[in-house]
């Protein structure tokens, strides 16, 4: 809606709260957007249910959000070797996000490029203010506290780019969560690491997270929205109050909000 502005109509078919790796769509989203005239989506196996939802459009063009963006591999369990979809999760690939939509929508509707092409910049210009904000306030958190635990690991991206150790339950949201392996795996590493904070995502269940937290006595330290936005009355309504979430509940969490 951003780049968009008021020249495009622009509808999300999952909703908020919503799991997204295994959504089930609707009849009234199939309907929806098969009358759309562009369908976005992630890519990088997030949406595992897209390609048979996708089959069932007829000529809705279509752009993956993720290209050009090098993925990291999931380096456990069932999905080793799998690129890892949360890119998005990373400001500096919100803008290749951010450059991917510009060139959709004006492939879609040449006649509104310069409109587009104006709020992407000033899009771009905000993504690069909280990637700098970001980069600040985890870099306060000392060395041997900078460490990510939560229970899908959907934060690798900006494990890389702010430098935190990463550690979770499960790699990818899954029907099956927190096994006894898993979770004693985690224990483990908040044991090793003397780790002062452990996190669970906002759309599945943190109880196998709250007994890591109980076993180490480490603090479970709230919820990190990844895979949906809330509400307009949430905490994270926007993409962009999704990251400055993110780096306020970690920091608070990890250095008690110094």
Known sequence: RNVAGDKLEVVSITKPGAEIHGYQ????????????????????????WFEKFYGQMKDV???????GITPMNINADAYQG???????????????Y???????FIKLDPANTTTFNANAKTYSAKLRKV????????GRIPTPQRALVSCEGA???????YGLQEYYLWPVNADEQGTPRQIQRT??????????????ESTVNGNGMRQVAQETGSRYAGLLFVDSLSDDKGPVPTYLKLLEHFARTLNAGLAGGN
């Open 98 to 104: 951010v450059e991917n939509i510009r060139k959709a």
């Open 25 to 48: 769509p609707t009849p009234s989203d199939i309907v929806k957007t098969g009358r759309a005239d562009l369908l976005l989506y992630n890519g990088l196996n997030l949406e595992r």
């Open 155 to 161: 934060f690798s991206y900006p494990a890389r780019d």
């Open 61 to 67: 063009p279509r752009a993956v959000l993720t290209d």
């Open 131 to 138: 990637d700098a904000n970001l980069r600040s306030s985890l």
């Open 82 to 96: 799998k690129p890892n979809p949360h890119a998005w999760m990373s400001p500096k690939n919100g803008l290749i």
């Open 187 to 200: 224990i483990d590493a908040v044991r090793k690491n003397k780790i002062p904070a452990v996190f669970c």
